[in-house]
């Protein structure tokens, strides 16, 4: 069973700053079934990154994904105040779909 | 635009049933292959099951042992979920989403309220 580790469970940033979300899976997943996904209190999740780096439709380019093989990296490359949020990762095997347990990027 | 709209949640007692429902409008709804997620209070996001386009193939998370029922009717542009003998733990927000071509959910709904509880 593949297991979605995300790190850190917490990160603490200020608007303007770089923020570098890590997914990390238990073995060796395919890149094209890797997705990254936004959700803000009382809303449903929506879709950042499928394929590992292709951003999904009219997300900004200050989102970008990247990684291979078990290690995958969401990046913001400026934080904008609409970005303090939890993130969480998503992998597709074996007909099954795993989502990781997430990360919160707050206010510092 | 793409607008998927959840029904059905409510509160039940545990070992009850309920069956959710999912509107879909905005885009050709036999085509794409569909999704259940939920959200436990103040937790994370859990994938539930997901049924192909024409509803021939159909997989459920291994934690669920065979009480959900994914179905769709494509005439009516809906996707269901029954639910049966419901646990506390299945208590939570279910969210339909819409796969794209790898899988990737594309677009949720707002999400129903589940609350299975004496």
């Known amino acids: 069973e593949i297991v979605l580790t995300q790190s850190p469970g917490t990160l603490s940033l200020s608007p303007g700053e770089r923020a570098t979300l890590s997914c990390r899976a238990s073995?060796?997943?395919?890149?094209?079934?890797l997705a990254w996904y936004q959700q803000k209190p009382g809303q449903a999740p929506r879709l950042l990154i499928y394929?590992?780096?292709s951003r999904a439709t009219d997300i900004p380019d200050r989102f970008s994904g990247s990684g291979s093989g078990t290690d995958f990296i969401l990046t913001i490359s400026r934080l904008e105040p609409e970005d303090f949020a939890v993130y969480y990762c998503?992998?597709?095997?074996?007909?099954?779909?795993?989502f990781g347990p997430g990360t919160k990027v707050d206010v510092k | 635009e793409v607008q998927l709209v959840e029904s059905g949640g409510g509160l039940v007692k545990p070992g009850g049933s309920l069956r959710l429902s999912c509107a879909a409008s905005?885009?050709?709804?036999?085509?794409?292959?569909m999704n259940w997620v939920r959200q436990a209070p103040g937790k994370g996001l859990e994938w539930v099951s997901t049924i192909s386009s024409s509803g021939s193939y159909i997989y459920y998370a291994d934690s669920l042992k065979g009480r959900f029922t994914i179905s769709r009717d494509n005439a009516k542009s809906s996707l269901y979920l029954q639910m049966n003998s419901l646990r506390a733990e299945d208590t939570g927000v279910y969210f339909c989403a819409r796969g794209d071509d790898y899988g990737e959910h594309d677009y949720w709904g707002q999400g129903t309220l589940v609350t299975v509880s004496s």
């Open positions: 394929g590992a780096s």
């Open positions: 998503q992998q597709y095997v074996n007909s099954q779909f795993i």
């Open positions: 073995q060796s997943v395919s890149s094209s079934y």
């Open positions: 905005g885009f050709v709804f036999r085509t794409y292959t």
